[in-house]
């Protein structure tokens, strides 16, 4: 492993390297589509009483970290991202804001925060011994709450992504979570809608459900 990455896969190679890059550049929005997700975050906070320190699995170059600080200032917010020029730029724009240019299945730290927030990320861990390795560390690293914001799936569904079939995979995630994990339980839900988030983001960014999950 090198600067958190690891190159056992095409996953990898693909979110670490220029793809990667590119992944971050489109997803590069602006204050105002910042400050327009600020209201989303309040309502899918809701019912995260008491927290006071958050780690986001997948912070790309940092949006939602910024957006969340802009809704709860006082918080204490990290990020894990696998892609060295995107944690750069989450760093640069969130210098209060601990970053790990590490990739999310491997992590490891002795720091527990009180929510872990992955968002949009979890679609894109096809493989089966990465994808329950990506869940065991939601379990680990979570002191009371956990914050899944994806699209979601009954039966498992592979979805076309850029040309490729195995990088996009849409699954009941809360559910296969809890599955895994029994002592947590599903207390809160939501969707993130069109209306809601505005015209800065691609259609495959929208229409997506929320799940708070807590012990």
Request: hydrophobic share 35%.
């Amino acid at each position: 492993m090198e600067n958190g990455k690891i190159n056992d896969g095409a996953q990898e190679h693909h979110w670490t390297g220029r793809k990667g890059d590119q992944y971050t550049q489109r997803n590069d929005i602006d204050e105002t589509n910042i400050a327009n997700q600020v209201p989303q975050w309040k309502r899918s906070f809701r019912k995260a009483e008491g927290i006071t320190s958050l780690i986001e699995f997948g912070t790309n170059c940092g949006p939602n970290l910024r957006s969340i600080v802009q809704a709860f200032p006082a918080l204490q917010v990290s990020g894990v991202e696998i892609n060295k020029k995107a944690a750069d730029l989450a760093k640069e724009r969130l210098p209060e804001a601990n970053i790990f240019n590490e990739n999310i299945v491997t992590f490891n730290s002795d720091l527990r925060w009180d929510l872990v927030l992955i968002k949009g990320v979890l679609i894109h861990i096809t493989k089966e011994e990465k994808y329950h390795a990506a869940l065991a560390n939601l379990d680990k690293y979570a002191k009371k709450f956990v914050l899944i914001v994806d699209h979601v799936s009954q039966d498992p569904t592979k979805v076309q992504y850029y040309g490729r079939d195995d990088l996009w995979l849409v699954r009941n995630f809360p559910i296969d979570f809890i599955d895994r994990f029994p002592s947590w339980k599903i207390i809160d839900i939501g969707h993130w809608s069109r209306n809601d988030i505005g015209d800065g983001l691609r259609d495959d960014c929208r229409d997506v459900r929320w799940f708070l999950l807590g012990k």
